[in-house]
């Protein structure tokens, strides 16, 4: 069965630059999840979105953005990246219906060095 | 590699007892419950969910539990295998705002670091 596809595995980047993470969901799901999950840590909820409008938003810094587009992917833009933000990056997807599972990708390891 | 474990509760067991990872969950009005199982490099992977209405659910070599009363959750293994070695999550999903749709948000607990011993 298709899965939550995510793009890159992997991406290391410098303190102060942007990075921009991808997320294709699984077909027929309409809402898509990011999360940021630190060494040791529980996945924290950043922002959601349903049917290409935001429906959430948790512990998101003002220096990232997200949007769902007409094909339902994602996309997590990161700017002026701090050290901090070294983490892996989930996105998950589910239909539109409460009460339904999110299904997770892989993530996207972010390094800043 | 990553360090997953070194800051989690950790629980340590032999190949095919049971096995039991426990969780608190923090809001009353969460009506909806999930299992993941997250192996190092992966994402969570959805094990078994339960809602509200229900105290107890069974799947394939795991059950879940759920104490509403105490906010309490827990998730049964039997006959650990190696394979189940993975950190376990527990999420309570509460719906935010009144607009329907998919306004509900995703609360993961703190991790547990299972590891199976043959």
Not at chain 1, 1 to 25: D, N
Not at chain 1, 34 to 50: A, N, R, V
Not at chain 1, 57 to 62: E, L
Request: aromatic share 10%.
């Amino acid at each position: 069965a298709a899965g939550v596809i995510q793009s890159p595995r992997h991406l290391i980047k410098e303190k102060r630059e942007t990075a921009t993470l991808k997320c294709y969901p699984i077909p027929r799901h309409d809402t898509v999840y990011w999360y940021q999950q630190g060494p040791g840590q529980d996945p924290q909820f950043l922002i959601s979105f349903y049917e290409k409008m935001q429906s959430d938003k948790g512990s998101i810094p003002d220096r990232f953005s997200a949007q769902q587009f007409s094909d339902y992917h994602s996309e997590l833009n990161m700017s002026s990246l701090e050290l901090g933000d070294s983490a892996l990056y989930f996105c998950a997807s589910t239909q539109g219906t409460y009460n339904s599972p999110l299904h997770f990708g892989n993530g996207t390891r972010l390094t800043v060095t | 590699g990553e360090s997953v474990g070194l800051h989690l509760p950790t629980l340590s067991v032999q190949e095919g007892d049971n096995s039991i990872i426990n969780c608190a969950y923090s809001n009353s009005a969460s009506d909806y419950f999930i299992w993941y199982k997250q192996e190092s490099g992966k994402g969570p992977q959805f094990i078994i969910d339960i809602r509200s209405n229900m105290d107890k659910r069974q799947g394939q070599r795991v059950t879940v539990l759920l104490n509403k009363t105490v906010k309490h959750l827990s998730l049964q293994i039997a006959a650990t295998q190696p394979g189940d070695s993975a950190v376990y999550f527990c999420a309570e999903n509460s719906q935010v705002g009144n607009s329907g749709g998919s306004n509900y948000k995703l609360t993961f607990g703190k991790g547990t670091l299972l590891t199976v011993n043959p």
